[in-house]
């Protein structure tokens, strides 16, 4: 049986309603941006060469260049056996060229690079 997560990509721009449904009490807000602040602070103590790097090219992610958004995959069923949540940043050459045509499609290739026998059950982006 494959892994099923469920995806999210954000960008700086839906930022604020992600925050305001964190303040309104969306627990499921409230997980996705602690987990986007926890990747922002790692992304920002590192050091060029040590960076991370996007999901789909070796661009490296500096304070001084963050990425154009942030995947991040969710178990849709969460135990021991399921990697925990994924969170990566999107270049933004990566994300204007592979991104914007079909940003579902981009969500599973990009899932199964990671972990090949994911399946992604829902996609969805905030706005
Ligand atoms: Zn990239």
Not at 9 to 35: C, D, K, R
Request: charged share 20%; glycine share 4%; with cysteine.
């Amino acid at each position: 049986m494959g892994w099923h997560y469920e995806s999210l990509l954000i960008t700086p721009e839906q930022l604020p309603s992600l925050l305001i449904a964190t303040a309104a009490g969306n627990s499921e807000a409230a997980s996705t941006v602690n987990a986007v602040c926890e990747w922002f602070t790692s992304m920002r103590s590192r050091k060029r060469g040590n960076g991370f790097l996007c999901l789909t090219c070796d661009d490296e992610f500096l304070a001084s260049k963050p990425p154009r958004a942030i995947v991040v995959m969710t178990p849709m069923f969460p135990d021991q056996q399921h990697q925990p949540t994924v969170v990566s940043g999107v270049c933004r050459r990566c994300y204007e060229v592979k991104c914007m045509p079909d940003f579902e499609q981009y969500l599973v290739e990009a899932a199964r690079m990671i972990i090949p026998d994911a399946t992604i059950e829902s996609t969805r982006r905030h706005q």
